[in-house]
């Protein structure tokens, strides 16, 4: 198990810009202007007057991710909390990630490192830095009992120092980095659990749990705007990032993906390696017939939340099938499948790993691969007749 307490001394959290501060009772809060957040500072000796910069009163009537949250919160009577302050942290880690994939071409943080992750890929300096950002963010809000991220072989332990809460987080720090270097769309996932374990430290078995037990899920997509859009269980919604103001705002509420689409969605470049009943239906797709809207269209970016957040706006249907080289796909159903599973399902979609919906699958590993196929309603349906054999 891999304590990662000793790494605190390399906290991102450390304000590199002080544009104001303002004095409490024993401590500063430091405001980061270019994502809008206080940080807390020990042993101030001075009194300085806050000026908030960018506070524009005209983005008060906006719904914010935080007021969102807080709201749904209000609904519930017995609510205590912690699920929203869990939340509330995951925007930060995604705004502090954000800064960063913003600054990618300019500073020194491209390129790989000479290490591997877990799945035998090249680790970029970004992966890294999301990594430890992501679970810094979240390690001592008192929310988790565990955390496990795609770049780590094994969990991840809350440092001693800090309480354990009642919740479990699984993440994809950043989803796509091999199109960091081209400057194209990438992506964060994450994943919530109730523990299961009764007290104390997060257990792997409170990690390997399937799908349909995810009580949130979501992602932050770093495109041509930065969105943060998860689920609850109770529909789906889509924030975007204003950077003036360092908020996410709700752009797009309760997210309904079309019940057939137009589009498919995958790497082509394997067909002959697939077996007989996806390269049926792939060829299928591309046939000339006026009545069912073929042939379908082709879009391809190689990043998972990109390709699954066109999918849950336009509709159509997102596959990484199991192929001869590597049977179970590429794509990992704890950190990838399982969370946009939930949420393409929650939009009124469907997602497979060719016999039943992904969010049943029983893990047995934290790293397992899945075939993984979401999307419209109608093309999933379709799809799994053509893996069924039934066409
Ligand atoms: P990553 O987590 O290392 O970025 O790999 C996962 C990515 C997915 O985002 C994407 O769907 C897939 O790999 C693309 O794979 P391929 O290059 O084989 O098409
Ligand atoms: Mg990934």
Redesign the pocket.
């Known amino acids: 198990m891999i304590d990662r307490t000793e790494k605190r001394s390399a906290c991102h959290f450390q304000p590199e810009y002080r544009h104001s501060d303002v004095k409490t009772q024993d401590f500063y809060l430091l405001i980061e202007p270019e994502i809008g957040t206080f940080f807390r500072q020990l042993s101030p000796s001075r009194s300085i007057t806050m000026k908030t910069p960018g506070q524009d009163p005209a983005a008060k009537k906006f719904m914010t991710l935080e007021r969102f949250i807080n709201e749904q919160e209000r609904q519930y009577a017995n609510a205590t909390g912690d699920f929203s302050g869990l939340l509330h942290d995951l925007s930060l880690a995604a705004k502090l990630v954000w800064r960063e994939v913003c600054k990618a071409g300019l500073v020194n943080i491209l390129g790989a490192t000479d290490r591997m992750n877990v799945?035998g890929?090249v680790v970029k300096k970004l992966d890294e830095f999301a990594d430890e950002t992501i679970y810094k963010a979240m390690d001592h809000g008192g929310h988790l009992c565990v955390m496990a991220s795609?770049e780590n072989e094994d969990i991840l332990h809350i440092p001693d120092q800090y309480p354990d809460g009642k919740y479990v987080l699984l993440y994809?720090p950043?989803?796509?980095?091999?199109n960091i270097d081209a400057n194209i769309t990438i992506g964060s996932i994450f994943s919530v659990y109730r523990r299961l374990s009764k007290s104390g430290k997060g257990t792997l078995q409170d990690c390997l749990q399937p799908g349909y037990k995810q009580v949130a899920a979501g992602y932050i997509i770093y495109g041509s705007s930065t969105m943060f859009v998860y689920s609850t269980g109770q529909g789906v919604h889509g924030f975007t990032l204003d950077p003036t103001v360092g908020e996410f705002l709700l752009s797009h509420e309760n997210i309904r993906i079309p019940k057939k689409g137009k589009i498919y969605s995958l790497?082509e470049g394997?067909f002959c390696n697939w077996d007989g009943p996806v390269q049926r239906y792939i060829k299928f797709l591309k046939e000339q017939d006026k009545a069912s809207d073929r042939p379908y269209s082709l879009r391809?970016i190689?990043?998972?939340?990109g390709?699954s957040h066109r999918t849950l706006l336009y509709g159509g249907i997102f596959a990484?099938p199991g192929d001869l080289n590597n049977p179970k796909g590429?794509?990992r159903l704890m950190y990838?499948c399982n969370p946009i599973a939930f949420i393409i399902e929650q939009a009124g979609g469907r997602s497979s790993d060719g016999k039943q919906s992904i969010l049943r699958v029983k893990p047995t590993a934290l790293h397992e691969h899945t075939p993984f196929f979401l999307g419209s309603e109608e093309d999933v349906k379709l799809c799994e007749e053509f893996l069924k054999g039934k066409r």
Do not use: H, I
């Open positions: 799945s890929d795609e994809d950043l989803d796509g980095s091999s790497n394997n391809y190689g990043t998972m939340v390709d990484y590429k794509l990838e």
